[in-house]
């Protein structure tokens, strides 16, 4: 699969060495976690033919990958001073 890293971080993803560690990654369950980690706003890929189809979109559709909801209301509100601060409950 693909997900973004803060996404992934929750599931002990290191954004820093772009990898998860190595006693994760040695763990039975480990083929379950995203292979592809990209930055927020980093493009995925086009949508396929099908996806196109079924949804009604156009063939020319791409998917970019996106963010947590936490990080997108700290995004959306527009923090732009030392000291502000953003609450995101839920």
Do not use: H, M
């Not at 699969?1 to 929750?10: C, E, T």
């Not at 936490?70 to 601060?85: D, E, K």
């Amino acid at each position: 699969g693909v997900s973004d890293y803060n996404n992934a971080l929750k599931l002990g993803y290191d954004p820093e060495t772009e990898a998860y560690p190595d006693w994760l990654v040695s763990q039975p369950y480990a083929s379950a976690l995203p292979q592809t980690v990209l930055a927020p706003g980093d493009l995925v890929a086009c949508i396929s033919p099908e996806a196109s189809d079924r949804f009604q979109l156009s063939k020319s559709t791409v998917v970019y990958a996106g963010t947590t909801d936490s990080i997108a209301a700290f995004l959306a509100a527009n923090v732009t001073q030392v000291g502000q601060a953003v609450t995101s409950l839920g």
